[in-house]
């Protein structure tokens, strides 16, 4: 164990001095043409979703999804600091290679099977991406690995609205994400992978650990990160760490399987780059991603058109055929009106939005009339 992790730190500060300086832009290669031009995706989910407990519940789902003309399935395969599939690296970093409601299963296996049977592709979503756990002060990853935690200035675990953080500038939690990554590419018939508002993400209040501290300062002639974490240059400097991160795993996969879909679902920007350092914009111009799905969620027709056009603003024209808002259709008891949901639809196709994706799968099924005719919008 100690060899392995010797060897990931020594891998991972190679990755990042040598990030942005031996790979170049014309290295990165072309985003695959979309393979039609219909495009509707559904997050299935572990929490609040039973969907993942059995064959047969996947089974069922991919059946709904197929009738309802969903071409594209969103799975999770990591949050609480498990896997939703057969790990051998989380079996070395933490004794568990599945969540253990799943011990003896393979979900994720499970799904590629059932769905590739109707055409629907399927994309392994990283929800939890660089949060360690969620209400566990950073669970068996975090107690295991105490320095790869995630500080704020007051040295406390990085901690907001629940989800405790690793720390995505630490060279061994990067790597330990990226071999996550790969592990799925290499051992799955998988069409894509996604990572989502947290990976790669931080909250801003984050970046103050002994690690990055010491990197900001080898970079800025010695001097300590600023007090105020709203600093402009602060900001641009976290968020590049980040976009060189989603670079790395852009080229990894692709390296690996070229016609792996690499997707992100982050949160709308400016608001995501403020509060989670997410700089989708860059991701997009420097080619660090296939498909770009924000998370569009709104509670009325006026504030889902402005947010859409203040989005497509930071896209070029020619990039919104690989621009798919994420659309809100359940939240705990939340669920928006028909006429709600038809109108959002409307506000896309008139924008020239050619598809969404739908949070989440447990709230199709309040909407039959409208996914029964859903393909002819």
């Known amino acids: 164990m100690k060899n392995k992790f010797i060897s990931l730190l020594l891998c991972g500060?190679?990755?990042?001095?040598?990030?942005?300086?031996?790979?170049?832009?014309e290295e990165i290669p072309s985003p695959p043409a979309p393979a039609d031009t219909w495009f509707s995706g559904v997050w299935v989910t572990s929490v609040a979703s039973t969907v993942m407990d059995s064959r047969d519940n996947i089974r069922t789902c991919v059946e709904t999804c197929s009738s309802y003309g969903i071409n594209h399935i969103f799975i999770v395969v990591w949050n609480k600091g498990y896997t939703h599939y057969p790990s051998a690296i989380m079996k070395q970093l933490t004794g568990e290679e599945i969540a253990p409601k799943y011990t003896g299963r393979d979900p994720l296996q499970e799904m590629i099977e059932e769905a590739h049977k109707k055409n629907i592709q399927v994309h392994a979503w990283f929800e939890y991406g660089f949060a360690a756990s969620y209400n566990?002060?950073?669970?068996?990853?975090?107690?295991r690995n105490p320095h790869w935690a995630a500080r704020d200035r007051e040295g406390k675990l990085l901690?907001?609205?629940?989800?405790?953080?690793?720390?995505?500038?630490?060279p061994e939690v990067r790597e330990c994400m990226l071999s996550l990554v790969m592990e799925v590419v290499e051992k799955y018939d998988i069409d894509g992978i996604q990572g989502d508002d947290r990976m790669p993400a931080l909250p801003a209040t984050g970046g103050y650990d002994d690690y990055t501290v010491q990197l900001y300062q080898q970079a800025h002639n010695g001097a300590n990160p600023p007090a105020s974490h709203t600093d402009e240059a602060w900001i641009n400097?976290?968020?590049?760490?980040?976009?060189e991160f989603q670079g790395e795993l852009y080229r990894r996969v692709k390296a690996a399987k070229p016609d792996v879909v690499v997707s992100c679902a982050p949160s709308v920007y400016p608001w995501g780059r403020t509060e989670y350092l997410q700089d989708w914009p860059a991701w997009v111009s420097k080619g660090y991603t296939d498909l770009v799905i924000p998370q569009h969620y709104r509670y009325d027709a006026d504030a889902y058109q402005a947010t859409l056009l203040q989005q497509l603003q930071y896209l070029?024209?020619?990039?919104?055929?690989?621009?798919?808002?994420?659309?809100?259709?359940?939240n705990g008891a939340y669920t928006p009106e028909p006429a709600f949901l038809q109108q959002m639809i409307e506000i896309n196709r008139r924008n020239g939005i050619r598809g969404e994706v739908f949070w989440f799968y447990e709230g199709l099924s309040l909407f039959p009339d409208f996914f029964t005719t859903y393909r002819n919008h």
């Open 237 to 243: 400097w976290c968020a590049g760490l980040l976009t």
């Open 316 to 330: 070029p024209s020619e990039g919104r055929n690989r621009f798919y808002p994420g659309l809100l259709i359940r």
């Open 136 to 143: 566990a002060n950073g669970g068996a990853i975090l107690q």
């Open 13 to 25: 500060i190679f990755i990042l001095c040598h990030w942005g300086c031996t790979q170049t832009e």
């Open 159 to 170: 901690t907001k609205n629940g989800f405790e953080w690793m720390n995505p500038f630490h």
